[in-house]
């Protein structure tokens, strides 16, 4: 048995399927696809996909902001989409929404365990904002508690999305020129070690790719950052240990050219079996 997940903040779900996203989701071969600022109504969803693709999508109450979505196979019947559960559990403030969806896969190893699939778009946060980060910093308290209780149900579990934080030198090109930016905080990336120590979920993309810079995920729109490949590694999937023993390869699906993307992202593919 396998499965092959994906994710890729899409930077509006309606523009990324004018430029493309569309040939993309005809070509990948995974099997559930996680998407991050979606900036769509949900209704709107299932046209953006296509008929091959079952969606959910957890809409942000504010309007054109955040947004995210499970899309999976319509052939792939053992996911509960209908079951989805949306955002994280006491944080009802509207700029919390829109960030968290949860979806759960009966047995898909034949070990006995579910799977639980979660899109998350972190807030971005911005060091000239307190509040953006007060809110970040939150978010992600309760998200390690939200982890913590899914890892002791004894499930496998998949964090995957836009977290917004670059975890070490090697995920960002210019990291000693970023040291005092929102995304490459010592006080952000100290949450990614501990999701990565205490609460025992491993970060699955660099575990596979191994020591050194990027493989990078996104990359500014502005300048030759694309063409000079000066990204950030902030797309990620963090699994429980047991799940992140099944990967078998991972690979970012990074557009051949600069008028060739159809996001400032890439999307992150990653092979369970």
């Known amino acids: 048995?396998?499965?092959?997940?994906?994710?890729?903040n899409v930077n509006g779900l309606?523009?990324?399927?004018?430029?493309?996203?569309?040939?993309w989701l005809a070509s990948t071969a995974a099997d559930v696809v996680t998407l991050q600022e979606v900036r769509a109504p949900e209704d709107l969803l299932p046209g953006l996909v296509g008929e091959d693709w079952a969606i959910v999508g957890e809409v942000s109450e504010l309007?054109?902001?955040?947004?995210?979505a499970i899309a999976a196979r319509t052939s792939l019947g053992a996911i509960d989409l209908a079951g989805a559960r949306h955002g994280l559990p006491g944080l009802t403030e509207p700029s919390h929404t829109g960030r968290w969806l949860e979806a759960d896969l009966a047995d898909p190893f034949g070990d006995g365990r579910a799977l639980t699939v979660i899109s998350c778009y972190m807030h971005s946060g911005n060091t000239e904002k307190p509040q953006t980060?007060?809110?970040?910093?939150?978010?992600?308290d309760v998200m390690i508690e939200r982890l913590e209780q899914l890892r002791a149900d004894g499930r496998h579990v998949v964090l995957t999305g836009d977290i917004n934080?670059?975890?070490?030198?090697?995920?960002?090109?210019n990291w000693k020129g970023n040291l005092k930016s929102a995304g490459f905080l010592?006080?952000?990336r100290a949450y990614l070690d501990r999701l990565t120590t205490d609460a025992g979920f491993v970060d699955v993309h660099r575990t596979l790719h191994g020591d050194g810079p990027g493989p990078y995920t996104w990359w500014s729109q502005r300048g030759k950052a694309f063409d000079n490949d000066a990204g950030w590694r902030i797309d990620y999937q963090l699994a429980t240990e047991d799940l992140a023993a099944r990967a078998t390869s991972a690979q970012v699906d990074?557009?051949?050219?600069?008028?060739?993307?159809?996001?400032?992202?890439?999307?992150?593919?990653?092979?369970?079996?």
């Not at 993307?261 to 079996?273: F, G, K, Q």
């Open 165 to 173: 934080i670059a975890h070490t030198e090697w995920d960002i090109k």
């Open 14 to 23: 309606r523009a990324a399927e004018r430029k493309g996203m569309r040939d």
């Open 1 to 8: 048995m396998s499965l092959t997940i994906a994710t890729v």
């Open 254 to 273: 990074r557009a051949p050219s600069y008028d060739t993307r159809w996001s400032d992202h890439a999307p992150l593919v990653i092979s369970y079996s």
């Open 63 to 68: 309007k054109g902001r955040a947004g995210a």
């Open 186 to 188: 010592p006080e952000e």
């Open 133 to 140: 980060m007060t809110d970040k910093y939150e978010f992600l």
